[in-house]
């Protein structure tokens, strides 16, 4: 392999272009469909505004890019998924029928270890050093929007019409509802973060918000736009007023839902189901495939998706100290993690004790 690694402004606007093009050839619902917008060039490039030590190797075969891979590196050599913590989709972006060595990936990006947390099906190179493989549910809409909700309906009739008979409701008592499937107000944006972060509180998790850098890219992100890539804000309103809101990145075939909220004032209504069901007929009417929900066990997943794909988390390593010191580090907290998220007898009792936490923190 010829092996290039650049920082994000040292990338032409060829390689951004091939890039972005090597995305579109990955068949639609294939074990290596990578076309995610967490996988996008402009999203790399955006988290390497934000951040310290991002790179993008680039692999070439007879002078043509078959290959793209972002990571972020520190000094001594350890290398991590691009916005781990907040990427949805990790991996390298490549040729069908590609397959590349690990190690000499990782010798010639300087790296002893990477580390990931949701990567796609599909990296079979990277799977050596898999530590657990999860569900992340999604939405099919590929058969339009009519085709999903006449499926979710005989499936989960008694949710679905509850849903709908909600959003009626809220029409009737809070005004009249409104969809905007491409919100442009920055100030709905920050109405949306401030909602996520009291959320965030309110449930005893980390504030992400409080993160600059991530405030910094979830702003970068909405001003990003173009016909492959873009950040999406959607709102509902009842009568002048949000109610509810996402934002997450799209590509031409995938809108990642990434940060959903609503006003508590109306959770009665249920205003973030009514939002997703939305966001479905609003995607669907894009020619948007499908929408991915993300990782993470949620009721409301649950309800409204058609099925799942598979991310894993673990590292791919060489033969070096920093590797084995780094592994030693994560795997114990990882570990612990997941055996609280994947069971209930134990994920249970620690979301209620988050939970009061939340509570005490907001008095």
């Known amino acids: 392999m010829d092996i290039d690694v650049y920082r994000p402004g040292e ?47 680039v692999v070439r075969e007879g002078g043509e890019p078959v290959a793209y891979f972002p990571f972020q590196r520190t000094a001594a050599g350890v290398g991590r998924a691009v916005g781990l913590g907040v990427s949805d989709a990790q991996g390298v972006v490549h040729r069908p029928g590609f397959t590349w060595d690990a190690r000499e990936l990782l010798r010639a990006c300087g790296l002893a270890v990477f580390e990931y947390d949701h990567l796609v099906a599909g990296q079979h190179p990277f799977e050596t050093g898999v530590s657990g493989v999860f569900p992340s549910p999604v939405i099919d809409l590929d058969q339009g929007f009519d085709a999903y909700l ?15 008979a909600k959003e009626r409701k809220l029409g009737r008592e809070a005004g009249e509802v409104r969809y905007v499937h491409d919100e442009r107000d920055p100030a709905v944006l920050r109405t949306l973060m401030a909602w996520k972060s009291a959320q965030y509180r309110r449930t005893g998790r980390s504030d992400r ?21 873009g950040g999406l804000l959607s709102v509902l309103y009842a009568g002048d007023r949000p109610v509810a809101a996402h934002f997450g990145p799209r590509t031409g075939r995938v ?49 409204l998706k058609t099925r799942d794909i598979q991310v894993s988390e673990g590292w791919v390593t060489r033969r070096h100290p920093v590797a084995v010191g780094h592994r030693a580090r994560r795997a114990p907290v990882r570990a612990l993690r997941n055996a609280v998220v994947t069971r209930p007898e134990l994920f249970e009792p620690a979301d209620r004790l988050l939970k009061g936490i939340g509570r005490i923190r907001s008095k």
Not at 26 to 48: C, I, K, M, Q, R
Request: overall charge positive.
């Open 150 to 164: 006449a499926a979710l309906r005989a499936r989960s009739p008694k949710f679905t019409r509850s849903t709908l």
């Open 255 to 303: 809108l990642a839902c990434w940060f959903p909220a609503y006003d508590p004032a109306f959770a009665k209504y249920s205003p973030g189901l009514v939002l997703h069901l939305r966001m479905a007929e609003g995607a669907a009417a894009e020619g948007i495939g499908h929408l991915d929900l993300g990782r993470g066990q949620k009721e409301y997943k649950d309800s």
């Open 11 to 57: 990338l032409t606007a060829a390689d951004r272009a091939a890039w972005t093009a090597l995305q579109a050839q990955a068949p639609p619902h294939g074990a290596a469909d990578l076309a995610n917008p967490f996988l996008a060039p402009e999203f790399a490039l955006a988290v390497g505004r934000c951040r310290r030590g991002v790179r993008i190797a």
């Open 209 to 229: 918000f409080t993160q600059e850098w991530i405030t910094r890219l979830v702003e970068q992100l909405f001003h990003t736009r173009s016909a492959a890539f």
